[in-house]
């Protein structure tokens, strides 16, 4: 092991094993379907899940700061395990399901058979696939970087760059420069869909998009309906805010970066995933506008 890597790795295995002592709870799985069987798994699954979570919170820290070989490898380790528990414990929830239990251990329940974000199914050495993919991709994206006049510059400060620049084509050749990083995940992203979907469907979702959209205390197909209902109402304040600030930013920059027949070019919005505007403030806001309080 990595010198280091060594004492965070060391003290994320103590907090993973820290507790599990004799008489306390036993590990979740052996818990017979009865009304007292949910509520001893559920609280194994709660004991275990916060032990395990500080063990993977220490490891996903150390690889965020210290992107390389081990804290990677270490990364994918610690998925593939989280994974596989959690795969382990969505299945076994589902033995409860006709357990006539409590509203809270109900609810409970359901959240273990939702909890795992990308699933894997059972098969042997799916969980790890997914991990290392999924590994592959988050250390591909922060450490990506594009060339600017000669210099490779990271995407830490493309964002800032992206919120104070005001020349549009330099904007838009950070934009279009950033979206050629990811092309090279391509491949790892498609067999990631693959995998989960095939993990969802184990766990009974038609898909990943269907487990993603049951976990809102609504059936999947409801709760899309329910978010099309949401942005109709939401609709007729926006489409005129979308007018405003582009005829304010066709002021600032002109008919050709922004023609008012058509939609505001993304990349003038002030972020790097057009998210959030809050950076082209200065150009967009009514003359009486409040203009807040300027932290910096």
Excluded at 1 to 20: E, S, Y
Excluded at 36 to 57: H, K, L, N, T
Aim: charged share 25%; proline share 6%.
């Amino acid at each position: 092991m990595h010198a280091a890597v060594r004492p965070f790795a060391l003290t994320a295995i103590a907090a993973l094993t820290a507790g599990c002592t004799a008489g306390e709870t036993a590990p979740a799985g052996s818990e017979p379907a009865t009304p007292d069987g949910a509520e001893a798994f559920v609280a194994s699954v709660e004991m275990e899940s916060r032990e395990f979570g500080e063990y993977q919170a220490r490891i996903d820290w150390l690889q965020a700061n210290f992107i390389n070989y081990d804290s990677d490898w270490l990364s994918s380790r610690v998925a593939a395990e989280g994974t596989e528990m959690g795969v382990a414990w969505a299945n076994r929830a589902k033995d409860f399901n006709d357990v006539d239990v409590d509203a809270d251990t109900r609810r409970k329940l359901e959240r273990i058979k939702l909890g795992v974000n990308v699933p894997a199914p059972s098969t042997s050495g799916a969980a790890q696939e997914l991990a290392d993919v999924s590994t592959r991709m988050r250390s591909a994206y922060a450490t990506g970087e594009i060339e600017l006049d000669g210099a490779a510059v990271p995407r830490a400060d493309l964002e800032i760059m992206m919120g104070t620049e005001r020349d549009p084509d330099r904007l838009e050749e950070i934009w279009t420069k950033w979206r050629e990083v990811p092309v090279s995940m391509r491949d790892d992203y498609a067999r990631m869909v693959e995998i989960s979907n095939a993990g969802a469907q184990e766990l009974g979702y038609a898909d990943m998009g269907a487990m993603w959209r049951s976990r809102y205390d609504m059936d999947p197909d409801e709760f899309a309906a329910f978010t099309d209902r949401l942005w109709n109402e939401v609709k007729p304040l926006y489409d005129p805010l979308m007018c405003h600030v582009r005829a304010e930013l066709n002021e600032a920059y002109g008919d050709e970066a922004v023609p008012l027949d058509q939609p505001i070019p993304a990349h003038l919005l002030g972020n790097m995933w057009a998210q959030q505007w809050g950076n082209i403030y200065d150009l967009v806001a009514p003359p009486t506008a409040d203009p807040g309080y300027d932290l910096t």
